[in-house]
């Protein structure tokens, strides 16, 4: 079962997406941060953002994961991690 990891946008490795959590007229929204492999991060989010957007973006980030992967989840300010969901664990560098 894959595990939720907070991560600062300079520990995604290369070639890796992590869950965008960011904050948007008061309300916890979702979208991507990619690492390309040039080193740029390149940040996704929808035109007109969505709490709605959460559930979904989770969803469509672990179908494109094998089920040992660990999901990233960057927290831009202001944002949090709902309780109701799993735990969040920590980056632990290898």
């Not at 991560?7 to 991507?32: D, R």
């Not at 390149?42 to 469509?60: A, K, M, Q, T, Y």
Request: negative net charge; contains cysteine.
């Amino acid at each position: 079962m894959p595990g939720y990891v907070r991560v600062n946008p300079q520990q995604i490795p290369s070639g890796e997406t992590a869950l965008l959590l960011f904050v948007h007229k008061g309300q916890l929204c979702a979208g991507v941060l990619k690492h390309r492999c040039d080193g740029r991060m390149e940040r996704l989010v929808p035109e007109d953002p969505s709490p709605n957007d959460l559930i979904l973006g989770i969803c469509r980030l672990m179908a494109d994961m094998p089920d040992s992967g660990n999901l990233f989840v960057v927290l831009e300010p202001l944002a949090y991690w709902p309780e109701q969901f799993p735990l969040l664990q920590e980056f632990v560098p290898i």
